[in-house]
């Protein structure tokens, strides 16, 4: 990625869609360079940790260069896109058609970029920092087009830089630090491998995982890579995929919502001491009452199951109980106990397993839950869930009962105290006013925080809800 620095050029920087994101993956790209932009028009769709979104263009222009491909993430605040304003949107267009077909013409299919971290992403000036041999830095930063060429010669298998890209562990002679990612660096750690004698092959010099496992796989190369600039050349470092059988093995990268939930489930599960709570319920009375509530108008159009009537159990189960809506906040050694309940879904997306929440829950009416709940599941099965709806949940439910599964042991959402799963409904043979009868059941799991939430606290949590779906009469008297 090079940097305009002519005043006309604007660099489109990548924006933070959502509370506290570092990083994006480019979906797809709307346009290209040459194409005119206006205002308001969008031009790529990224993929956060919590959703997919489309990215507008600010102001209008002509598009200079794109300066990443598909597929790679990128930091947030790094320029993705320059586009030439005003007096410059004419000039533009030659210079970024000529780089497009010099791309065409040369560029391999750009799998190689790998996902950077804040600190440590593209810079502008890196090419001033660390320039390649055979690659002169200023040049580069003149023209677009000599830009994209660099930049290809950097990674083509037959262009004529590539077997000079082994000096670079010449760095520590001029006292450069060899530039690697946080987690690269503790890979190397742990395998004894010292940064100074890896080839990079990630954009810009940057030391991949790759270049690491191949450091520790092949050291004699690696040490003897200047005069045997060959056998050490960064394209053929990727080798791994090549060692499983591809007839009986996929390998999915880890990426986007995936990434985000098992970073969080991790963090979650080995921060907060969880605690598991069971109960099984006659839920049948339950089950008339969504039958009685989908033929009363005032229903009418929503959605009424019986999630609904869980959901509006464990909202009044919270107002009995309040202490239970909290969080940990580590930092200040304090409980923040909320006076609002952001109730957040548990849905099973396409792009993986995501938890939009219903703002304010608690003040609503069962009628309004009901539109709420219609709304949040059809706008996250359409993929269209934003990040603010993801942010701020208090408390949060999972049905696993939809796939058959009588019930689990949840994890905790990060921030929030307790979850309620709900286990498959059917009929079962239960004892009813003395007599074995078959009866709607149900087996309801709450998991909490016990470093703020304790046995007594959520047994009484647990007991209210399974008390309300017995007898569900309980809604108007205790609501």
């Not at 920092?129 to 040049?139: F, S």
């Not at 019986?306 to 909290?326: G, Q, S």
């Not at 200040?332 to 397993?353: D, F, W």
């Not at 949060?396 to 796939?403: A, E, L, P, Q, S």
Request: with cysteine; glycine share 8%; proline share 9%.
């Amino acid at each position: 990625m090079t940097t305009m620095t002519d005043s006309s050029v604007r660099e489109f920087k990548m924006p933070d869609v959502g509370e506290g994101l570092t990083e994006a993956e480019i979906l797809k790209w709307y346009v290209q360079p040459g194409d005119t932009v206006t205002d308001g028009q969008v031009v790529c769709e990224v993929e956060t940790a919590k959703a997919a979104v489309e990215l507008p263009i600010p102001y209008d222009g002509v598009v200079r260069e794109l300066h990443f491909p598909e597929g790679t993430t990128v930091d947030v605040g790094t320029s993705i896109i320059a586009v030439a304003v005003g007096d410059g949107a004419a000039a533009a267009e030659e210079p970024a058609q000529e780089a497009v077909a010099e791309a065409a013409a040369e560029e391999p299919k750009p799998e190689g970029r790998q996902p950077v971290l804040v600190g440590y992403g593209v810079s502008t000036s890196s090419t001033k920092r660390r320039p390649r041999k055979g690659v002169e830095a200023p040049a580069a930063a003149q023209t677009p087009s000599a830009a994209i060429q660099a930049e290809l010669n950097g990674h083509g298998p037959a262009a004529p830089a590539a077997p000079a890209a082994p000096a670079a562990p010449a760095a520590p002679v001029t006292g450069d630090r060899p530039l690697a990612k946080p987690p690269v660096r503790k890979l190397a750690k742990d395998l004894g491998v010292d940064l100074a004698t890896v080839v990079p092959s990630g954009p810009d010099g940057i030391i991949t995982r790759e270049d690491v496992h191949a450091a520790v796989a092949a050291p004699e190369p690696a040490q003897t890579a200047a005069p045997r600039s060959e056998p050490a050349a960064p394209a053929p470092s990727p080798t791994a995929p090549t060692s499983y059988d591809t007839a009986r093995e996929t390998r999915v990268p880890v990426k986007g919502v995936r990434k985000a939930t098992a970073a969080a489930m991790v963090g979650s599960a080995f921060t907060a001491p969880h605690v598991t709570e069971f109960v099984t319920v006659d839920v049948t009375r339950t089950m008339k009452l969504v039958e009685e509530l989908k033929q009363d108008k005032e229903y009418t159009g929503l959605r009424v199951n019986p999630l609904l009537l869980i959901a509006k159990a464990l909202l009044v189960a919270i107002k009995r109980n309040p202490d239970v809506n909290a969080s940990w906040d580590e930092a200040a050694q304090e409980i923040v106990v909320k006076h609002y309940v952001n109730l957040g879904i548990a849905a099973a997306t396409p792009r993986g397993l995501i938890v939009p929440n219903i703002k304010d829950a608690h003040a609503q009416t069962l009628p309004q839950l009901a539109g709420s709940l219609g709304e949040l599941v059809s706008t996250a099965r359409e993929g269209k869930t934003s990040p603010a709806a993801m942010q701020g949940g208090t408390v949060t439910i999972t049905n696993v009962g939809v796939f058959g599964v009588d019930t689990g042991t949840p994890i905790l959402n990060p921030g929030e105290s307790a979850i309620l799963a709900v286990g498959a409904i059917k009929l079962q043979p239960w004892v009813h006013k003395g007599k074995v009868k078959p009866r709607q059941v149900t087996t309801l799991a709450l998991s909490f925080d016990h470093r703020l939430v304790d046995g007594e606290l959520g047994s009484k949590v647990l007991a209210d809800v399974a008390a309300v779906l017995e007898q569900p009469k309980r809604l108007i008297s205790w609501a």
